[in-house]
């Protein structure tokens, strides 16, 4: 006889929607439960949004995956979407010229390339000596940095400067700095350049046919209820369960009650709304500031001319772009044929000061930039669209690991109420499904009809 016919269905609440949210409720959804997703926003997906107009697909938050995604991946294979490699070549932009690297050939490619001297690259031997022995040693899991706490004890600025010099942070460590976190090697802890050496930077990068909302699209199409727009404003343990608190069109706050709960939204959400466990997620939320962002998109009626689908711009050549993705080498699919695609993407410091600025103003100074890259697109933009984010990417100073790190540490696996989300470990895709697959596992092996499945790993991420 089927189990549904002899015990009651669980149900689980989810706040938030965006793709840790999504990722646990059709975990749980799959295991079950009855799920109820409420998100604040008009629009699911948090960060993975992809915007369609004029025939351009723009993907206005995550843009790819990158070759050690392994866990977002999956989930996309299995939700059968079409994954596609992006170009291979990555550039960085010195002295008037964008220098090429493969990406799936690092290491010969590094070796030859001229964006820094042979003396800085004899230097930076250290710095993969360094990285290669944390990673061997467990410390730079991408979903699960709680190893990684003791070594974070610098910024990136210092650790790249005292292994390998001043240019080999200024070409080499700060262009990832700024493509992975949009913050120069002064603003972030080491623990996200090692990480980010280890799990993003090398390799084929990948994306999703059609933009990477595909995945939000699809999980939505298999989640049975996703209320948009209404905040929840409460949660709060019961005697056998937890109550949500949501405000609804009227104003008014409305209950409901469930046997569990998933909490995948932003930090500052999660610390206002959960009573339980609001010390410790006020402790977090202390130390773990978000930045702002801005992208701005540009259409032309020709290609630039590079095979590189991502050119990041040290802060010593721009200090107020971090880089530009150049979306139709990313994936044709991306801008009509013919067509080309960039994306400008700001640094946090510099988004916080332009923020205010009209929509015409941020083009201008974004197309300052893509002019002096590649001159050959004067008078060819067709489209333009401008992204603002109130609330973009975790800010991971020194020591915000070893906060992450205390509060992953005391999240109980046993607890009714599971927490989701891209600030739990370096920020990115793989993490925020990772942990949504974690929550969805802890909820159903400790308070659901626990059969085991061969998702029974989820619980590890």
């Avoid at 995956?65 to 991946?73: L, S």
């Avoid at 710095?127 to 990673?135: G, K, Q």
């Avoid at 056998?240 to 959400?269: E, F, I, Q």
């Avoid at 711009?313 to 880089?323: G, Q, T, V």
Wanted: charged share 20%.
């Amino acid at each position: 006889m089927p189990r549904s016919s002899l015990v009651k269905s669980r149900r689980a609440v989810v706040a938030g929607a965006g793709i840790a949210g999504l990722t646990a409720a059709y975990r749980l959804q799959q295991a079950g439960w009855e799920v109820e997703v409420f998100e604040s926003e008009p629009q699911a997906g948090g960060r993975v949004e992809t915007i369609v107009r004029s025939g351009y697909s723009v993907d206005t938050g995550a843009t790819a995956f990158a070759a050690r995604y392994p866990i977002a991946t999956a989930l996309a294979e299995e939700l059968g979407l079409r994954i596609v490699d992006t170009a291979p070549y990555l550039g960085v932009y010195r002295g008037g010229r964008i220098r090429l690297l493969r990406l799936d050939r690092l290491i010969s490619s590094g070796l030859t390339t001229d964006v820094i001297s042979v003396g800085s690259k004899l230097k930076l031997a250290r710095v993969v000596f360094d990285v290669a022995r944390a990673s061997l040693r467990g410390m730079l899991s991408y979903d699960d940095l709680r190893a990684a706490a003791p070594l974070d004890t610098e910024t990136a600025r210092d650790y790249i400067r005292r292994l390998a010099g001043v240019e080999a942070d200024t070409y080499f460590g700060e262009p990832i700095t700024r493509a992975l976190l949009l913050a120069n090697s002064d603003k972030v802890s080491r623990v996200e350049l090692m990480s980010g050496l280890v799990n993003a930077v090398a390799g084929q990068l990948t994306t999703l046919a059609g933009g990477q909302a595909a995945i939000i699209d699809a999980l939505l199409s298999r989640i049975q209820t996703v209320h948009l727009r209404p905040p929840v404003v409460a949660l709060t343990d019961t005697a056998d369960g937890v109550r949500l608190g949501y405000r609804g069109p009227d104003g008014v706050t409305k209950l409901v009650d469930a046997d569990a709960c998933v909490v995948a939204t932003p930090l500052p959400v999660a610390a206002a709304i959960c009573a339980p466990a609001r010390e410790q997620l006020g402790t977090l939320n202390d130390a773990l500031r978000f930045t702002q962002a801005i992208n701005v998109a540009i259409g032309t009626t020709r290609r630039a001319d590079t095979p590189a689908f991502l050119v990041q711009l040290p802060a010593a050549e721009d200090s107020e772009i971090c880089m530009i993705i150049v979306e139709n080498n990313k994936a044709p699919d991306r801008a009509p044929p013919g067509h080309g695609l960039l994306s400008v993407c700001w640094e946090m410091s510099a988004a916080a000061a332009w923020m205010q600025c009209s929509d015409d103003e941020l083009i201008a100074r974004s197309l300052q930039t893509v002019l002096r890259l590649f001159p050959e697109l004067q008078g060819s933009v067709d489209f333009t669209y401008v992204r603002r984010w109130q609330v973009a990417l975790p800010q991971t100073r020194i020591g915000v690991y070893q906060r992450i790190a205390e509060f992953t540490s005391n999240i109980d696996p046993a607890s009714r109420i599971q927490f989701a989300g891209d600030y739990l470990s370096q920020t990115g895709q793989n993490t925020a499904v990772a942990w949504g697959n974690r929550a969805a596992a802890n909820l159903d092996r400790h308070h659901g009809h626990h059969t085991p499945t061969k998702h029974e790993e989820y619980i590890h991420g």
